[in-house]
């Protein structure tokens, strides 16, 4: 089992910055892919991001790109959202997963593990 935590989120202007944190705990994390997806009002789930549990690969929708950043410390057993340049378009409750995902890391029935999410609210 592994247990994640979400946090960081809150109320940022738009342009703004926000740095989400996903800790784990329980088995090994450093084994698994981790991402993020993120869900607005009356809105389908979307994939926002994904890292490969080497750290060496990272994934973005192209909704994110080049504003967010993810990234892993699996000594700390955390995963970040680095997000800059952020819109009221990004307005969502983030969730982290973690899994063996293989290639379909975009798709959430991928990710075995999932934290409870962190409202993220951007303000124009």
């Known amino acids: 089992q592994v247990q994640l935590v979400e946090s960081g989120g809150g109320l940022v202007q738009a342009g703004g910055s926000l740095r989400l944190s996903c800790a784990a705990s329980g088995r090994t994390f450093s084994n698994y892919a981790t991402g993020w997806f993120r869900q607005g009002t009356g809105k389908e789930r979307e994939f926002v991001a994904a890292?490969?549990?080497?750290?060496?690969?990272?994934y973005y929708a192209d909704s994110v790109k080049g504003r967010f950043t993810i990234s892993r410390d699996n000594a700390k057993n955390t995963v970040y959202l680095q997000m800059n340049s952020v819109k009221p378009e990004d307005t969502a409750v983030y969730r982290c997963?973690?899994?063996?995902?293989?290639?379909?890391?975009?798709?959430?029935?991928?990710?075995?593990?999932w934290g409870q999410g962190t409202q993220v609210t951007v303000s124009s």
């Open positions: 890292i490969m549990w080497s750290g060496g690969e990272t």
């Open positions: 997963g973690a899994g063996r995902t293989g290639r379909s890391f975009r798709m959430e029935y991928a990710y075995t593990y």
